[in-house]
């Protein structure tokens, strides 16, 4: 498995193939690909770029990425994806950011011991990416209380809050222009930057 960092817009489309229950993220500071194997892949994706990013993309991608006509080329087949940003939440340390979004492909189910390891250590090779292009103390990340979690907690991550809505939170979709908040328990997941 290689680890890549992405374009943002480049993540949005491949969330939008696969994540399951939320929509992609508004904005990143960083984002990554887990890729595996070194045959070319082809993903197709439904939605439209802006204008500028085919061109800009195509020129700018690491060897491993390549746009043409609304189609994403792969060096390997996309095991993953993940995004980290500033929380979402409040925090006092400004140096606290969120893996704001992660998702593993459908088609992605580790069947031996060494395919098990690969979500934990993806995630850790993206954060040890991440800290050395920006200050680190903690990171943070959710995930619906019905996952289990454990490939965080192999990533070195520890179960911090469970967060319950309560019937009446109407989240951030009492102002105007925001989309309807994703309102059910969630499990916080904490892990420290040293």
Same mark, same amino acid.
């Given at each position: 498995?290689?680890v &890549?960092?992405?374009?943002? $817009?480049?993540?949005?489309?491949?969330?939008g193939?696969?994540?399951?229950?939320?929509?992609?993220?508004?904005g990143?500071?960083? $984002?990554?690909?887990?890729?595996?194997?070194?045959?070319?892949e082809?993903?197709?994706? =439904?939605?439209?770029?802006?204008d500028?990013?085919?061109? @800009?993309?195509? =020129?700018d991608q690491?060897?491993?990425i390549?746009?043409r006509? =609304?189609? %994403?080329?792969?060096?390997g087949c996309?095991?993953?994806?993940?995004? %980290?940003?500033?929380?979402?939440?409040?925090?006092?340390?400004?140096?606290?950011h969120?893996?704001?979004?992660?998702c593993?492909? +459908?088609?992605?189910? +580790?069947?031996?011991?060494? @395919?098990?390891?690969? +979500?934990?250590?993806?995630?850790? @090779?993206?954060?040890?990416?991440?800290? =050395?292009?920006?200050?680190?103390?903690?990171i &943070?990340t959710?995930?619906?209380?019905?996952?289990s979690?454990?490939?965080?907690?192999?990533?070195?991550?520890?179960?911090d809050?469970?967060i319950?809505?309560? @019937?009446?939170?109407?989240?951030?979709?009492?102002?105007?222009?925001?989309? !309807? $908040?994703d309102l !059910?328990?969630k499990?916080r997941? &904490?892990?420290?930057?040293?």
């Open positions: 498995m290689k &890549v960092p992405i374009k943002f $817009s480049l993540a949005k489309a491949i969330y193939i696969y994540h399951r229950t939320n929509n992609p993220p508004h990143h500071k960083k $984002s990554y690909v887990a890729l595996q194997g070194d045959d070319w082809f993903l197709c994706y =439904e939605f439209e770029l802006e500028s990013a085919p061109d @800009e993309w195509y =020129e690491n060897d491993d390549r746009i006509d =609304e189609i %994403i080329y792969t060096r996309v095991l993953g994806v993940l995004t %980290i940003g500033r929380p979402v939440a409040r925090f006092k340390d400004k140096l606290t969120e893996i704001t979004r992660i593993f492909a +459908p088609y992605f189910k +580790p069947k031996s011991n060494a @395919e098990r390891k690969l +979500p934990s250590k993806f995630v850790r @090779e993206c954060i040890k990416d991440f800290k =050395e292009e920006y200050p680190v103390s903690d &943070v959710y995930i619906h209380d019905t996952q979690g454990k490939y965080l907690e192999y990533a070195g991550f520890k179960k809050k469970h319950v809505y309560s @019937e009446k939170n109407k989240g951030w979709s009492t102002r105007p222009n925001r989309a !309807t $908040s !059910t328990s499990f997941f &904490v892990k420290k930057a040293a």
